[in-house]
């Protein structure tokens, strides 16, 4: 990689959403320039460009990450998943469902990031206490709801048997 | 059945969610789009020189440079509201007066080679001295921004309502205070964005941006642009990401693009980021308040004095500087105070400039105001509470007109507050702070009463002119919105909406309020709330901004709904020969109220205006598309006195918080946060509640942490989100909502915007509630944020933070 200059293109194939894809970028493409421009999957949002907002969270291995602090290069031969592979066969995913019934959203530029942060979460087999889910939620920026909706929606699924009250 | 309050989940989110919203960086609605990136004044105050571009422009992939004078040529100065000859251009030209400003555009066929070249371009500056506080740009010593202008105050205005010299003259006690509010932004997490195109063959311009308004800007931007307002298409996408104000400063840049487009000959695409963003986006002010205070003993408030100075940053830029005069109908809060004085001051500083913001003049009106009731109280020595409600305006006193000509339209303030100290338990908690005093502990409970006002009046802006320089031009009043409910050959029924929302879900509300009208599933109706100056039912006032949808958008949507449902019932009367009176229409059909088994349906009403016309009763137009505009008689023009009534509805908020402070950190608690609101008539609780947690976490963002900060030189700290500190989940407290409802008797629906009040509330409540627990060491907050170095040296008394 050292020997390579800014215009020299790289190979890149991964899968993305299950799906194997090809491409190809200059070293210095970020993996969220990617996966809207060359892969037009615009569900995943760029907000701030130096991993504080979260907009641009996707699961990379399972793993969620800033897709604009990671080159698209880095994500060779790994497996991507965004937004817009979280419904199967067409049945929205459980948290896609909730944030709709608690108001987990507003503008909903925020959301993509963070329901795969949330899909993170649940995947773990851990039920997270409400405090967890706040300090998971601390990697994203929302300007719209004061997060209480969201905090509801992802109590909803990831911990469907808790009490809410008394835990904080 | 009724869909108005029904907590209906909101037909956005199904897209939203799946990565289906459309916002504007997902756009390509053209082909051969080049891209730009900006460079940007390193300097605060300076003069340009000169600027090399000859080695950015040989990059491979770039197209070109454009720069300030290039720019300058082909358009005019933004026009403003003010007397004052500000030149403000899009872009630098000559000097540079803010870190961040504009300097040169570069365009090339992707981002990554046009911020290439930018770092090839080379400008020499002559650096010039800063000003970058409000006190020094009111001294006549300060160095002049505007060479033009002669000095850095843009506009000054005094007003006197009422006796105000009899009311100072009988007070038993004039209470004297000084305030600073920061500069703060709403920082949507979806930054500007904008794609221009120019077409030499028609002489005009189109240009997609997420800018929601208020269209008064259209007339502004088609000024700059020098073309006829046809000429000027603003189409905005299906998505916004958030602007609470904010956006509607990405005006400058639409222009910009559109000359950039002109010059070279290609459409550009430009999507902020967030450096820009923070930097040179736009903000509110920061603002100076002296107010001064004419009380009797037993607390009664009989007139006040405020003078205050808003910063609006490196230039005046529309439609600033509205924001001093946003909450003057409502200078006097939720109180009967008769006598006012109000001296109003713009100034430039080498800081960037400001525009509409949630809460717009609020949250820096109401510091210094309900600061003055803690502060009145203590000097009285009276429970705060005694001093607020004997000012409180009484529920028999509405419609109430405030003494610069506020029409408070309903409300019940007095059940509001009485709610909000039910729910706490005020005396026992009185008993608690006693105790934990003792043991060192400083709990503190802080209140605040909030008139909130929705739905501005486009006549409240020009009380920056006199009354003589109001006379000289047409006046203007009104808050027009407009709406058209349409309904397709097959019965399809489709909506199209000027509000531009940016998340608030005015698609969902609309759906109910024409699903009531018209009996039908509001699952049924389609929603378009993309904004198209040349195809969208809009007018000047159109837009996203003052919570106007709840008092107007939804009214014109109502009236267009009624216009729709009056013609259905027409049709369907000459069908049944009944007269329309007779008729109702509910569940996809038109019956006869007395006679439920007779009736036509609905399909078959509107199938007849299509296709069948001849069949129509004599005057019936063929179709089914009816547009409505509505405004509001109230928002009149201000008269030669300066009396205007600014909004259209006003609503109530009383918040009660409880907070401790660590004495040993300076560290700020939230224990409790109770608010009360009033909003009138609620249309749907879901986004209501939604609105008032999101407005509330805005108002906690600048009283806790938020400030756009620039050192001496004027030279801007807070670039990043690692240095402008939004709240994230874990700084939320836990927050009790709770209603009443006094529906405005003016409104169709009786409905009142809301959304921002806690924005309003939140940094003075917070303000209260500090200053409360630390009474025993004699600390009273006076500025903001809240952050622990500033209590920390508030309480030892050391004057580590400047203001």
């Known amino acids: 990689m050292s020997n390579l200059s800014v215009q020299d293109k790289v190979k890149i194939s991964f899968s993305i959403n299950g799906r194997e894809i090809e491409g190809e970028a200059e070293p210095r493409k970020l993996l969220s320039d990617f996966i809207r421009e ?127 009250e008394g835990e904080n | 059945m009724s869909y108005i309050g029904k907590p209906l989940k909101r037909v956005e989110d199904a897209r939203l969610v799946s990565g289906e919203g459309t916002y504007m960086d997902d756009l390509s609605p053209l082909p051969n789009i080049h891209h730009a990136a900006i460079l940007r004044s390193p300097h605060a105050h300076a003069k340009i020189i000169q600027i090399h571009t000859e080695e950015a422009e040989k990059l491979p992939g770039v197209i070109g440079v454009v720069t300030g004078e290039q720019v300058a040529a082909l358009t005019r100065p933004f026009p403003v509201g003010v007397r004052v000859p500000v030149k403000y251009y899009p872009i630098a030209v000559e000097k540079v007066r803010f870190v961040g400003e504009a300097v040169a555009v570069v365009i090339a066929k992707n981002r990554y080679i046009a911020e290439d070249a930018l770092s090839l371009i080379k400008v020499e500056y002559k650096a010039l001295d800063p000003v970058v506080h409000i006190e020094d740009a ?77 269209f008064t800007l259209h007339s502004v931007m088609t ?55 923070l930097s040179a986006s736009s903000s509110g002010t920061d603002r100076v308040s002296w107010i001064e205070a004419a009380v009797k003993k037993d607390g009664t408030i009989l007139g006040l004095k405020m003078k205050y100075a808003d910063n609006v940053g490196g230039y005046i830029r529309a439609p600033e500087p509205a924001s001093l005069y946003r909450t003057h109908s409502n200078a006097t809060g939720a109180y009967r105070i008769k006598n006012l004085e109000v001296e109003a001051i713009a100034v430039v500083t080498n800081k960037s400039p400001t525009g509409l913001i949630r809460g717009y003049g609020g949250p820096q009106h109401y510091f210094p105001l309900e600061r003055m009731m803690q502060i009145i109280s203590e000097d009285l020595g009276l429970d705060v509470i005694e001093v607020i409600k004997k000012n409180l305006l009484t529920k028999e006193e509405f419609p109430y007109q405030t003494a610069t000509g506020g029409i408070y339209d309903s409300g019940d303030y007095h059940k509001a507050l009485n709610l909000a100290l039910e729910s706490i338990d005020y005396e026992g908690f009185k008993q608690k702070q006693k ?39 047409l006046p203007k009043s009104g808050c027009s919105e407009g709406a058209t409910v349409s309904i397709d050959p097959q019965g399809g029924i489709t909506v199209r909406i000027s509000t531009v929302p940016t998340g608030q879900g005015h698609e969902t509300v609309t759906a109910q309020i024409v699903a009531d009208a018209l009996g039908v599933d509001p699952a049924s109706i389609r929603v378009i709330a993309e904004m198209d100056t040349v195809t969208s039912p809009w007018s000047v006032a159109s837009g996203s901004y003052s919570s106007r949808f709840a008092p107007i958008g939804s009214s014109a949507v109502y009236q267009a709904a009624q216009k729709v449902k009056n013609k259905l019932l027409e049709i369907a009367a000459s069908q049944l020969n009944v007269p329309a009176e007779e008729l109702v229409i509910s569940d996809g059909k038109v019956s006869v109220k007395n006679d439920p088994e007779k009736g036509v349906s609905l399909k078959r009403a509107v199938g007849l205006a299509h296709w069948n016309p001849e069949g129509l009763p004599n005057g019936i137009e063929p179709g089914i598309h009816e547009t409505a505009f509505y405004t509001l008689p109230v928002a009149k023009s201000p008269n030669e006195k300066d009396i205007v009534n600014g909004s259209v509805t006003y609503g109530f908020v009383f918040d009660a918080v409880q907070v401790e402070v660590d004495i040993e950190t300076g560290e700020v608690k939230i224990i409790d946060y109770t608010t009360i609101h009033d909003a009138g008539k609620l249309l749907n609780p879901n986004i209501v ?5 999101g407005g509330l976490a805005h108002g906690l963002g600048a009283a806790m942490y938020e400030e756009l900060a620039y050192d001496e030189r004027g030279q801007f700290l807070t670039g990043s989100f690692m240095d ?80």
Request: proline share 6%.
């Open chain 2, 138 to 214: 009111l001294s006549e010593e300060s160095t002049v921004l505007h060479e033009e202008v002669g000095s850095n105050i843009v506009n000054h205005r005094f007003f006197n309502y009422g006796n105000v010299e009899d009311a100072f003259k009988n007070a038993d006690r004039v209470i004297r205070k000084k305030f600073h509010f920061p500069k703060v932004s709403a920082t949507p997490v979806e930054n500007y964005g904008v794609i221009a195109n120019y077409t030499k063959s028609e002489d005009a311009y189109t240009i997609w941006a997420n800018f929601h308004g208020p």
């Open chain 2, 689 to 693: 509640e939604g609105q008032i947690m």
């Open chain 2, 435 to 473: 105790e934990a005093w003792k043991n060192g502990k400083y709990l503190g409970l802080g209140f605040a009463c909030i008139v909130e006002p929705s739905g501005s009046n486009m006549g409240y802006i020009t009380l920056a002119l006199t009354p003589e320089e109001r006379a000289k031009s």
């Open chain 1, 38 to 164: 060359d892969l037009g999957l615009t569900g995943t949002h760029v907000g701030c460009e130096h991993g504080v907002c979260g907009s641009c969270t996707v699961l990379y291995n399972g793993k969620a990450v800033r897709s604009c602090l990671m080159f698209a290069a880095q994500a060779d031969g790994s497996e991507i998943q965004t937004v817009e592979g979280l419904a199967v066969n067409g049945q929205e995913h459980p948290l896609q469902t909730s944030f709709t019934e608690c108001h987990g959203l507003q503008c909903g530029f925020c959301t993509p990031g963070i329901l795969m942060s949330s899909v993170e979460m649940l995947n773990s087999g851990e039920e997270p206490t409400t405090q967890e889910i706040k300090e998971m939620l601390s990697g994203h920026l929302c300007r719209c709801t004061g997060y209480k909706g969201i905090i509801e929606a992802i109590e909803k699924v990831c911990k469907p048997n808790a009490c809410k």
């Open chain 2, 223 to 277: 000024a700059a642009l020098k073309v006829p307002s046809n000429r000027l298409r603003i189409i905005t996408p299906k998505d916004i990401g958030g602007s609470y104000g904010i956006k509607s400063g990405v005006f400058p840049y639409m222009v910009l693009m559109g000359v950039v487009s002109r010059i070279l000959g290609v459409p550009v695409k430009w999507t902020e980021d967030r450096q820009e963003h």
């Open chain 2, 724 to 803: 402008y500190l939004c709240p994230t989940a874990t700084e939320i407290p836990k927050v009790t909502i709770k209603h009443i409802e006094s529906p405005s008797p003016i409104t169709p629906l009786g409905a009142k915007g809301l959304g921002e009040g806690n924005t309003m509330s939140a940094p003075v409540v917070l303000a209260n509630a500090v200053t409360d627990a630390l009474k025993p060491l004699h600390v009273s907050i006076d500025q903001l944020p809240l952050s622990p170095d500033r209590i920390w040296s508030k309480i030892h008394n050391k004057n580590t933070v400047k203001m």
